[in-house]
């Protein structure tokens, strides 16, 4: 098949994006596809020209990519150095490369990637892609709205308030819950702008940082425990990974620099504990609509409690994420999961 990988974007997540593309592009071209790995920002060229044969150096026109910083992208900085300066979010020949192709692999993450825009375009143009749909992404994006999908579901999630820059709220007292608390953006993926607040002072200090990032935001119970992702692929749960970080919880540097974070699948847990974890992902999923692949992220408490954080549409696919470990558990190989994600994505255009 001819395959356009699309990476990139404009998000806190724009690095780690090209690193999933990067590893999916390879694994797809050891299978025999022409592939295109594409910066949907950036695109192909300054200009409109010829396309025809363009797969056929496919990797020539390929975006070559670096190691994850242990920073986020300098997004203004990415902005300033597109050529054409325009304010589309798409970049030059990007929807006409993507029409030309069989079926793009998504391959971004965070804004613009996970939040149901590109999917919604993608749809107006015909275009067919990997993963969830436009609506149930948007809904998995937002972690407001996804806590209230999970209590309407029954599926436990910590307490918490919504707040906006506009309304911001300055007196922790006022927020109604207890310190130890979790202060995050309310769209942001990677553990971008979250921090765990013990005192007054450093709640603060986390409004600040997490304003910083988004206009809207999150502050709930921190939950002291284990913390779990599971995959849903096709309606059925992989194998529930556990991830333990060597400092600190799992922020941004611990996801993405290997060896900074211990991850065992599967996890050491009952078989009871293993089932109903499981199930919840199972009904994470379909709550929102998700159907093809997702992947949804659990802390388990000192007395048994399950708890879901939040639901990831377009999990990571880079040397130390969790989606690739899971498959790997159940005997499915790096490329065998690209190709299933695809050839799973490609059914629901021929229903």
């Known amino acids: 098949m001819d395959i356009v990988v699309l990476a990139g974007g404009l998000s806190t ?57 242990d920073v986020a992208p300098d997004l203004e900085k990415v902005k300033k150095s597109r050529k054409d300066q325009s304010d589309c979010f798409f970049g030059p020949n990007v929807i006409a490369l993507c029409q030309m ?7 971004l993450h965070g804004e613009n990637g996970e939040n149901g825009k590109v999917q919604a375009v993608f749809d107006l143009f015909g275009i067919k892609y990997t993963g969830s749909g436009h609506l149930g992404s948007a809904i998995a994006m937002d972690k407001e709205i996804s806590k209230q999908f999970f209590r309407t579901h029954g599926i436990p999630t910590p307490q918490g308030i919504f707040m906006k ?26 553990s ?12 603060q200090a986390a409004l600040d940082e997490a304003f910083r990032w988004e206009e809207e ?19 059925k749960a992989y194998p529930v990974i556990e991830i333990a970080p060597l400092e600190g919880f799992y922020n941004y540097k611990n996801k993405y620099q290997a060896g900074s974070t211990v991850e065992t699948c599967p996890a050491e847990l009952s078989e009871e504990i293993t089932k109903k ?12 609509g998700l159907d093809t692949y997702s992947r949804s992220d659990f802390l388990l408490d000192e007395d048994g409690n399950i708890f879901c954080l939040e639901v990831n549409t377009l999990p ?13 558990a159940i005997g499915i190989s790096y490329e065998e999961l690209c190709e299933k994600l695809i050839e799973i994505s490609l059914r629901k255009y021929n229903r």
Do not use: W
């Open 192 to 203: 971008i702008g979250i921090s765990i607040v013990r005192t007054e002072e450093e709640y």
């Open 101 to 107: 192709a069989d079926i793009v692999f998504m391959a």
């Open 277 to 288: 974890m499981q199930d919840y992902a199972v009904a994470v999923a379909e709550a929102m």
């Open 165 to 190: 820059k506009s309304g911001r709220i300055d007196d922790f007292a006022a927020t109604g819950l207890t310190l130890p608390s979790v202060v995050k953006p309310c769209c942001g993926g990677s």
């Open 316 to 328: 990571g696919m880079t040397a130390t994420s969790l989606l690739p470990q899971e498959a790997k």
């Open 13 to 69: 997540e724009r690095d780690v994006s090209f690193t999933t593309g990067n590893m999916v592009s390879e694994a797809l071209r050891r299978k025999g596809h022409r592939v295109i790995l594409l910066d949907v920002f950036m695109g192909y060229s300054d200009r409109e020209e010829n396309l025809e044969g363009i797969f056929g150096r496919s990797e020539e026109v390929s975006v070559k990519v670096e190691a994850i910083p």
């Open 217 to 235: 935001i999150i502050v709930e119970d921190y939950v002291k425990g284990r913390e779990f992702s599971i995959g849903v692929v096709d309606g």
